[in-house]
């Protein structure tokens, strides 16, 4: 825990000191045309990218982890409201949902909520001719066949009880539209 500690102290460090240099190179050039948080943005991305690039030498395959581990951190306010959060937790592990430990609906439906925006933000990167309503049908389906061949060892069986499972939520929600009108 010490030289977690530690390590964040020097990494934070090192950062403030980079990005003064960053404020005193565009602050000292007339010429340099691009605003500071552009510099930063532009110095941070370089850092990201460098530093997954090495780790996917070391391990390859963890960016995806650490991509989702930046975002996560950004969400929660960075280093410093991550350490604020684990010591009024007294954890070191955080969460950028806020979800308790035990609560499986709610982690359920955040994560579903997760997909569905990456889905849709992920529909507009492809041609025009394909986005579409059956696209994000077709998207959910790959996910799913990758996803069940992958990670299960009885794929068919856990999509017949994945099949039960939604013509149960469908039920629900259509019970709960009806009880609204």
Known sequence: M???SKTSAEVSA??????????DLVDNDAEYEMDYHQVVTLFLQGVISTAID????????V????????EASSKLGGLRSIAKMQSEKGSISYSVSDIGAHDLAT???YLGQQMSTTL?????????PLRNQEMLVRGVEALLANLLNDKFDHPHAILDTFCEHVHMALNDLASRIKSIH
């Open 2 to 4: 010490k030289k977690d």
């Open 14 to 23: 090192i950062m403030t000191k980079a990005l003064f240099v960053l404020k």
């Open 54 to 61: 090495l780790a996917e030498l070391h391990s390859p395959g």
């Open 63 to 70: 960016s995806p982890m650490i991509y989702a581990d930046i």
């Open 107 to 109: 982690a359920m439906n």
């Open 120 to 128: 849709f933000k992920g529909i507009h990167e492809l041609p025009l």
